[in-house]
């Protein structure tokens, strides 16, 4: 049972008050300092904020890495945000994912023990469906995917390859690694690559396409980070002392830049048919285009006109010989 004061005893503490003898900003401090914080076992506080704040720089610059790659590879513009980075068990992480789900199970030399890459289910049949030729399609009401075939895990096992380069282009201030795909996994519950209670990093993004918002997780072992929290440091990463050679990166871009393939088209003219037309064409009719012979035709470079050519024959294939480079500004 607590004390209860005397009507002279309270008169006492009021004057104290009111003459500053006591502060109650003091006695409010004091309280603070002693008071005893609770302390969740199941979601250890492994790596220290500093480290946390390293590792949103990583992966910011990773979703930005992932958006470009993705879009490069389904041919439509997706874009990845960092949502959070926490600290959490491994089995919440597994209770937290719908299943079926997608989880692609790789290691990365040099860290320790094996990291997991999860897909959203509704974002991978979105991409599997753009991939096989669909269009914009919209997530039907109620509709869940209840089992994903070997074609279907054979395009999302290219997919998680390609951001498992981006995950590599990350992390290459702090360490080279070499991330390498082991396995592809649908069934979250029967993932044994860790212990239910062993500490994990989960790193969440939002991914949005067709604006359609869902989810891409990536877990990371405290084991993993065990030989290179020194490396995780900011001061570490950001050394006043190094110097860079702005020379390597450039060779190393146009070296990039040279061998990337990009899409020729030429342009011969253009008519309008009526679907009656087109069903009744044989070989032999004659098309008239409004294009005049002795015009040249437009090159497109990745659907932009960027030459003026003509036509002819070498080495007896079908060529085209570029007659004037045309400015972006310049209308023909």
């Keep these: 049972m607590k004390q209860v004061l005397s009507q002279q005893e309270i008169d006492s503490l009021l004057n104290a008050l009111n003459t500053g003898e006591i502060n109650p900003e003091e006695i409010k401090e004091e309280e603070e300092k002693n008071k005893v914080r609770a302390y969740d076992f199941r979601r250890p506080i492994k790596l220290s904020k500093e480290y946390i704040n390293t590792l949103y720089m990583i992966f910011e610059n990773f979703a930005k890495i992932s958006s470009n790659v993705l879009s490069n590879q389904v041919r439509t513009n997706i874009n990845l945000t960092l ?38 289910p509704q974002f991978a049949i979105q991409v599997i469906e753009l991939l096989c030729g669909g269009a914009e399609s919209k997530e039907k009401k109620g509709f869940k995917k209840d089992k994903f075939t070997d074609i279907e895990l054979g395009i999302i096992e290219d997919i998680v390859v390609n951001i498992l380069k981006g995950f590599k282009s990350a992390w290459n201030e702090i360490l080279e ?15 044994q690559t860790m212990s239910p209670n062993e500490p994990v990093v989960l790193i969440s993004f ?15 072992p405290y084991v993993s980070f065990e030989n290179i929290t020194d490396k995780l440091s900011i001061r570490s ?96």
């Design 83 to 120: 949502g959070a980075v926490e600290q959490i068990s491994f089995d919440e992480f597994v209770h937290s994912i719908p299943n079926p789900t997608i989880m692609g199970i790789f290691h990365s030399a040099p860290l320790s023990g094996n990291q997991i890459l999860e897909i959203n």
């Design 177 to 191: 690694l070499d991330p390498v795909l082991d396995s592809l996994d649908t069934n979250p519950q029967l993932v």
């Design 206 to 220: 939002g991914v949005e396409i067709f604006g359609q918002k869902s989810f891409i997780n990536i877990c990371i």
């Design 237 to 332: 990463w950001f050394d006043m002392g190094k110097t860079y050679d702005d020379s390597k990166y450039k060779e190393q871009i146009s070296e990039r830049l040279v061998s990337t393939e990009v899409n020729l088209t030429v342009e011969m003219g253009k008519t309008i048919l009526t679907v009656d037309d087109f069903l009744h064409l044989e070989p032999g009719d004659i098309v008239q285009l409004d294009m005049r012979t002795d015009k040249p035709m437009k090159m497109y470079v990745e659907d932009k006109v960027h030459y003026l050519v003509q036509p002819g024959l070498h080495k007896d294939k079908l060529a085209v010989q570029v007659l004037q480079y045309v400015e972006e500004d310049v209308e023909i």
